[in-house]
């Protein structure tokens, strides 16, 4: 396979086939591969040979993305010579899944490609994934080529006119082109944004200099559209039918019918698609204008659908010998006679469309033409890969010798290598081609043949020569025989004691990086250094500093390979610009990385201690398509499997892009998938390969959240008499330190905001680096970094993606739109945002703690930016922290009104102050209980121990008695001293009391759950419409919209419902309407449930209609109840005893 790197750069494509689940990707791949003779011609479409999997063929779908690198010839004409050449060339495809449970598939595809391969069925159109595909491409800056699939539906099943299809494909590229406007707007807004933002800066920038108001004369330059719609005149539309094996473009008809209408070329494709008519007696081409009232044919119906539909008729419907020989001579086609008389309508079929129009043919074509080559889509893309923010504007040029090699996918010996893992994958020990049979070849059969029979002639010698061996040794035949019978046996001994382990050893998984070279050549046993994804180049000597240290892995390629779908071909170098499999990456590489070998003396440097010299990059990482939101808790049966069990849910979270293995407190082991058949395929993968070892799973854990809502029928409020709904009073120490919180439920509007900036909010408070550059992992200075790394990947605390809420980009920016959502709000929340203490849960959820009124000594928005610069000027996380706190000296604090502890801050007595500096002092080493209090709280509510949202807690006051704290408060925050051991038992004390204070503020409100929601889309027929809404009610989901797709029969049905209630959900509703209706289920966030957990009938009319102990189950009340038996937590549960005596106790 090394003839693939040899072909030039310029006719090497890399491009990723994706669609749409059951839109035919994998049958269309086969074709492709039935060109290069991987699979036989007759079984391309059927076979799916790139579903490798068993799960896969069973299911009927792709789970899992394969690559396979192709060759083929194409005839080019070079107009400097104008002569026509064959050119060889290389194309590495990848095949992706369709379902969106494995979107994140997708997304690693998508990062290794140049281009595109859009597969929409012409039948089902435009659905939910052919919209998240096309964006995905988009994104990553890929060049996308329209596949309108399935044409033969048209046809056989739907048996529509030419003219009918015609214009059922016309509004179909048309539903295509309005989903690439909208992202086209939509990047265009944000670009002009930005381009307004930095005007400003730059006026701005000039009045400082000069002092006076300049004018800016440079207009906002719009970019064209025109290239990123689809229109077959163009190229850029293949019709297709992968099951038939055939494909098309209108260059094919136009040279075909050039000649016949002696016509140019390029002049009759123009004028193959769209409203363009033949006049049958000008033998002119007019348009719909000069039709006159006359019923013509458009163009494309008359010289291309026409001519597919006759063939379709001829041979599958009237199967007329005469006729058909009369098409196959017609179109010089070489069908053997056997064919054409046999009675398999449907093989004669394939043979003649895929030698009239091959598909292979016609989709490398149109690779080769509209998918740009590494060389020049590298110079597109690896500015966006690099820097993001700056990449929307102009073309970025090379800033140094590396970007350089990148920006022109330089192969050269001498340039650094660069290369990019999207995805670890799994492969058995045993499919690696090193340690696979090999082939035996004719001369070696032969040698071997020779040796056997000059063996058994020296045995036969021995027992003619009877008393004495061949060899002149005593004893004959059995001196021979008899020794050989011991080798025998004991080889047979030593067989069975080596046989497991030898079984084991190729049963074993081998973890594979799938990566593409950007630039340099790869070459095997090559030293490399692995750039985690949280690795920053911006740093000053990046691969010295300490904060990179602990993202750089120095790893060896041991092997590398090309990937041919299910088999692996290993080589001993890889070139820039092409897909390979690494191996020697496993314990280097968790998910995804960049790999950088530098130039030699660059490497040398860094690993002797040096200054690190050459240039590096981080490529980032992927992000997750689809949320895991599906928990399940995992046990092996055999409790002396858990090693086994443990060693593969590391592999499992290695090879698998999207799903996530944690340990919780109680010490279970846990895996999040993005659905149930995301979770199928996990437990299968345990169980058969990864673990190897009987498995129990746990019932589905699906997260709630929980809040509290003003309502009109709420209980009477709990406060203490005067003080507001929700405020809770305690104290700790015998009054050593005492304090009021008050619950009050968010303005609406502010808790999606903090959801939807929840990334901003983390960068803030741990000093990240703006989404231009990879984030590097930084230690939170108010909790755990494993408490950061859990928030960054728990779905639980995942942002709310139904919201409409603004996301904003810098720090400044989005204290001013909270600002702005508090005093839109009015009352007390007027100048909120100058008295946020802190957000929370794990510091960046959706709730607030407060400051009173008038203070904000406390308040995070000072802190953050003083927080922010330190962090800049290259301060650890706990040294940036200290740095904040003593910006804002205790003397200012005891000359304000921020003081939290006393109403008056008079200082005109010098012994008051000094006391107010002290009860100050006090206070501040008390607030890292009063925060992780409130952490705590909304990180596990009162309900079922669920994460809060949508809450804000008021700090109304913190009193300190220095006489009963004395020593103790000092040790509070975990100071040393004589009185450190009390203060943290008063610490702890204080932890707690805050966090149950909290709760059972409120509680004091009327307190709800809310779902965790999938938006899910369903394609039904008129026939089984009923049963698919009877299958949505049942399940307690909600239809939001029913729209009939124009021209067919079918409806596309669009509902919510909840994750909880969608378990057996897809299996049921293909049941139900006999596989007529298949639903995608696509996680959208949360939303509340209008239902209190804790009601009871209490009106007349609602005693007369429920009874006392209410019948009709409170549906809020039993999800709490299920959690809450989850969690071992008390439930309060009604048991009958002794039910066989039919009586009743007394209540």
């Known amino acids: ?98 379902h969106v449970d494995f979107a994140s598939e997708v997304s690693t595809a998508s990062r290794l490609c140049d281009g595109a391969l859009v597969l929409v069925d012409v039948w089902e159109g435009v659905c939910t994934q052919t919209i998240a595909v096309l964006r995905q491409a988009w994104m990553d ?53 930005r381009w307004r933002e930095e005007r400003e800066k730059r006026m701005a920038r000039k009045m400082e200099e000069q002092g006076d108001v300049l004018d800016d004369d440079e207009e906002y330059e719009e970019k064209e559209d025109e290239d990123i719609y689809f229109a077959p005149d163009k190229g850029n539309v293949l019709f297709a039918s992968a099951i038939d094996g055939w494909a098309f473009r209108l260059g094919k008809f136009a040279r075909l019918y050039a000649d016949k209408l002696k016509v140019k070329e390029s002049s009759l494709r123009r004028v193959l ?11 002119r081409v007019v348009g719909r204008k000069k039709l006159a009232g006359r019923n013509l044919k458009p163009m494309f119906v008359q010289f291309v659908l026409d001519n597919i539909w006759k063939v379709y008729e001829t041979v599958l419907e009237e199967h007329n010998p005469d006729a058909v020989q009369k098409i196959v001579s017609s179109l010089s086609l070489r069908i053997p006679p056997r064919d054409l008389r046999s009675k398999d309508t449907r093989n004669l079929l394939n043979l003649i469309m895929q030698q009239w129009l091959p598909l292979s043919t016609a989709t490398f074509q149109a690779i080769i033409e509209i998918i740009p080559s590494p060389l020049s889509a590298q110079g597109i893309r690896l500015p966006h890969m690099l820097h993001p923010e700056e990449a929307k504007g102009p073309v970025l040029k090379p800033r140094n010798a590396l970007e350089n090699a990148l920006y022109t996918c330089d192969q050269s010996e001498t340039a650094p290598v660069t290369a990019y893992v999207s995805k670890m994958f799994a492969v058995r020990h045993s499919e690696l081609p090193e340690f696979k049979p090999k082939e035996i070849s004719a001369e070696e059969m032969r040698a071997r043949g020779k040796e056997e029979r000059e063996r058994r002639a020296r045995l036969l010698e021995a027992r003619k020569a009877g008393g004495e061996g061949a060899d002149g040794v005593e004893g004959g035949v059995e001196s021979v025989v008899k020794p050989l019978e011991d080798l025998i046996l004991e080889n047979a001994e030593q067989g069975k004691e080596g046989k497991e382990e030898t079984e084991e050893k190729e049963d074993s998984e081998i973890i594979l990086g799938f990566s593409r070279i950007f630039s340099g050549t790869l070459h095997r046993h090559t030293p490399l250094l692995c750039l985690l994804p949280k690795f920053n180049p911006l740093l000053p000597s990046p691969l010295l500093h300490p904060s990179n240290a602990k993202h750089i892995v120095p790893l060896i390629a041991t092997d590398l390979y090309m990937m ?48 690190g010299g050459g240039e590096v990059v981080n490529l980032a990482g992927v992000g997750n398509a689809a949320a895991p939101i599906v928990r399940v808790a995992l046990e092996p049966e055999n ?56 498995i129990q799973p746990s019932a589905p854990i699906v997260p709630f959240r929980e809040t509290a809502v003003k309502v009109a029928d709420m209980n009477p409020s709990k406060a203490p008499s005067g003080k507001g709904r929700g405020t809770v009073e305690g104290q700790i120490g015998g009054g050593a330190v005492k304090f009021g919180v008050r619950a009050v439920p968010l303005p609406e509007g502010v808790e999606s905001f903090l ?38 990947s728990d779905p639980i605390l995942a942002e709310d993606e139904t919201e409409q809420s603004r996301k904003v980009s810098s720090p400044e920016e989005f204290w001013q739109e909270l600002e702005r ?61 200290q740095t904040a706190d003593n910006a804002i000296t205790l003397d200012q604090l005891a000359h304000s009104d921020a003081s939290p502890s006393s109403p008056s801050s008079s200082t005109e007595d010098p012994a008051q102050s000094e006391s107010a500096r002290d009860k100050l002092r006090l206070i501040r080493d008390y607030e890292s209980s009063l925060l992780a209090g409130f952490q705590l709280a909304t990180f596990q509510g009162p309900l079922c121990a669920e994460p809060v949202v949508g809450m804000a807690w008021v700090v109304e006051y913190v009193e300190v008695d220095a006489e009963l704290a004395g020593g103790n408060a000092a040790g509070a925050g975990g100071g040393t001293g004589a009185g450190g051991a009390g203060g943290q038992v008063v610490g702890g004390a204080l932890i707690s009391a805050v966090r149950d204070a909290c709760r059972q503020g409120m509680l004091d409100w009327s307190p709800r759950i809310k779902l965790a929601m999938y938006t899910c889309d369903i394609q039904a027929s008129t026939d089984v419409l009923g049963k698919v809404y009877g299958v949505v009610a049942r399940r307690r989901g909600r239809i939001v919209s029913e729209e009939m797709k124009e021209g067919t029969s079918f409806f596309t049905i669009r509902s919510i419902l909840p994750v909880v209630e969608s378990f057996g959900f897809a299996d049921e509703i293909r049941k139900r309407t006999s596989g007529a209706a298949s639903p995608q289920l696509i996680f959208s966030g949360y939303t509340l449930l209008p239902l209190d957990p804790f009601w009871v009938p209490t009106t007349l009319e609602e005693l007369e209609d429920l009874g006392e102990k209410a019948d009709r189950a409170n549906v809020a009340k039993g999800y709490v109840d299920a959690v809450r038996e989850r969690k071992g937590m008390w439930v309060e549960r009604k048991i009958v005893e002794s039910a066989e005596k039919q009586r009743t106790l007394k209540r």
């Not at 070998?597 to 660059?602: I, L, N, S, Y």
């Not at 703006?770 to 859990?790: I, K, R, V």
């Open 755 to 792: 959801g939807k900036n929840r990334g901003l909010i983390r960068r803030m408070l741990v000093g990240k680096r703006s989404s231009s550059t990879p984030e590097p992992a930084e230690d939170d200075p108010n909790t755990d970094e494993t408490d950061l790394a859990e928030t960054e």
């Open 273 to 283: 698609w769209g409203d363009w008519y033949l006049d049958p007696k000008t033998k």
């Open 821 to 881: 959502l508090f005093n839109t709000a009015g009352g007390e929340w007027v100048g909120a945002a100058d008295r946020v203490w802190s957000f929370g849960p794990k510091r960046v959820g959706g709730n607030v703690l407060l400051d009173p009124v008038g203070k904000g000594v406390l308040r995070l928005r000072g802190k953050e930016q003083l927080f922010a610069k330190a962090r800049a000027q290259g301060q650890s996380a706990d040294d940036a922290l």
């Open 564 to 611: 041919m779908g299910r088999e692996l071909v290993s080589v001993e170098s890889v070139p820039a610009g092409h897909v390979c499999a690494i191996r020697g990456l496993e314990g280097g590489v968790a998910r995804s990385g960049t790999l950088w070998a530098g130039d030699a003396k660059g490497y040398d440097e860094f690993v002797g201690g040096g200054e």
């Open 141 to 193: 800056k890929l060049k996308p080529l329209l596949v309108i699939n399935k044409m033969d539906r048209l046809i056989t099943e739907l048996k529509l006119t030419p003219t009918e299809a015609y214009h059922h494909i016309a509004q179909l590229i048309e539903q295509v082109n309005a989903v690439m406007g909208s992202l086209y707007a939509s990047e265009r807004m944000e670009d002009d944004l």
């Open 1 to 98: 396979m090394a003839e693939s790197f040899a072909v030039p750069l310029e006719n090497t494509r890399n491009v990723t086939i994706v669609a749409h689940v059951d839109h035919g990707k994998t049958s269309f791949a086969d074709s492709l591969l039935s060109s290069n003779n991987i699979i036989s011609t007759r079984l391309a479409g059927k076979l799916r040979f790139l579903d490798s999997r068993e799960d896969e063929q069973a299911r009927g779908i792709t789970m899992e993305s394969s690559a396979v690198s192709l060759r083929f010839d194409m005839a080019r004409l070079h107009p400097s010579s104008g002569e026509v050449r064959t050119e060889k060339c290389v194309c590495n495809v990848i095949d992706t899944p369709g």
């Open 639 to 694: 409790p002396s499997d858990m090693p086994k069990l443990i060693r593969g849910l590391q592999i499992l979270h290695q090879s698998d892009p999207c799903a996530e293995y944690l340990i919780q407190e109680t010490g279970e082991h846990v895996i999040l998938t993005a659905g149930e058949l995301h979770l199928e395929r996990c437990l299968k993968d345990l169980r058969e390969r990864f673990a190897r070892c009987a």
